[in-house]
């Protein structure tokens, strides 16, 4: 299956280590990290290791739909049930073989505490917590990260980049608050 993030760091072994006796299971995940740390990448790989990986991985945004449209969009509609819903669903019970995974960048837990977030919508998804690493907390991981993002964003038909020992140390010494993402947008651009 695909990789997550790379990485040796304990952090990042400790994660994957509990994250490959999760994926056999069924239990719902709850992902916890900052924006840019690979939530996506890690409920990716808990779904290519488990039993269900030959079926689709469905990835849902739900802040980008307005609250009456994610029923509609996780579970169908009837012709009529709003304006513009033409003959889409039925009142026939399907049974369906799923797992929840679900990714915040918040702490669901505050959310709950300021009316943000249903408390018992809470209890469903976090089964099993996972917490990801900020970048910070794996700075042993950038050399690893910086080599593959160079071979990935690597212009066809050029060379092979390194970056200096310096470089590489310059890259550690920094807070990388966008976490991975925001390191992947840096290598991208020193690239091109």
Not at 94 to 106: C, F, L
Request: positive net charge; aromatic residues 6%.
């Amino acid at each position: 299956g695909r990789k997550p993030v790379l990485g040796d760091s304990e952090a990042k072994r400790e994660l994957l280590s509990i994250v490959e006796r999760v994926a056999a299971g069924s239990a719902s995940v709850l992902i916890h990290g900052e924006t840019g740390t690979g939530k996506t990448l890690l409920a990716r790989r808990i779904h290519d290791l488990s039993p269900r990986r030959d079926q689709r991985f469905v990835a849902i945004n739900c802040s980008a739909f307005q609250d009456q449209l994610l029923e509609n969009e996780l579970f169908g509609h009837e012709r009529g049930a709003f304006t513009g819903a033409a003959g889409v669903g039925g009142t026939t019970v399907h049974r369906v073989d799923t797992r929840s995974i679900a990714a915040s960048n918040k702490d669901l837990q505050d959310e709950v505490k300021a009316s943000r977030f249903r408390e018992d919508l809470l209890f469903r998804l976090n089964v099993i917590y996972l917490r990801m690493p900020r970048l910070a907390e794996r700075t042993r991981d950038i050399p690893l990260l910086v080599e593959h993002l160079l071979h990935r964003y690597r212009l066809p038909d050029e060379p092979r980049k390194q970056m200096s020992p310096e470089a590489i140390q310059l890259l550690c010494n920094y807070s990388w608050p966008g976490n991975i993402r925001e390191l992947a947008n840096t290598i991208e651009g020193g690239v091109l």
